[in-house]
């Protein structure tokens, strides 16, 4: 079972390397494809098999391959030859839809750990030991797979923190 918490930290990493890469603009960059990278790998290897009762998952793999879609383009443009003004919003352009699409992805995750959650406290299933222990102390989890000094966590923090706030806008009244 993939840990949530730590695909959700290391899709927001990778959206932010590429945007740094992004505006740095003297590098060329390469990414793996939808089912190459670490996600895309658990997602067609096991996440879409055993997880095929909860919606979520076919709405992961849809944007998923999207936010794909997307971060190619920015990639192309970046890479393609004499990189100008009008490629830099193009690229820039296909940027706002990747972010977009992770947004999108990472509330996905959260509604899937949600609902596998959901389904081993419905059933008489013990839960796994790692996941019982991702559930009780997750920001230790969190810390011992990335690193206590590491940089991934601030942007880990901010982004889930930026992840709260939009859901609160979209689904909570004040």
């Known amino acids: 079972m993939i840990d949530i918490t730590v695909a959700r930290i290391t899709h927001v990493e990778w959206v932010h390397q ?16 939808y089912q190459d990278c670490e996600l895309g790998v658990w997602l067609y290897g ?5 997880y095929r009762e909860i919606p979520e998952i076919t709405q992961l793999e849809k944007s998923h391959k999207t936010f794909h879609i997307a971060a190619d383009s920015v990639v192309e443009w970046h890479n393609g030859p004499k990189f100008n003004s009008q490629k830099a919003a193009q690229a820039e352009s296909d940027f706002r839809e990747a972010l977009k699409t992770s947004k999108d992805i990472l509330y996905i995750l959260t509604m899937l750990e949600f609902k596998i959650l959901q389904k081993y406290q419905e059933s008489q299933e013990v839960a796994p030991a790692s996941l019982r222990n991702m559930i009780n102390h997750p920001w230790q989890t969190l810390k011992s797979v990335i690193g206590e000094r590491s940089s991934r966590l601030d942007v880990a923090r901010v982004s889930l923190d930026l992840l709260k706030k939009d859901f609160a806008k979209t689904y909570i009244q004040e």
């Open 46 to 50: 096991e996440g879409l098999r055993t």
């Open 18 to 33: 590429l945007e740094m890469v992004l505006r740095a603009g003297n590098t060329t960059v390469s990414l793996p494809s």
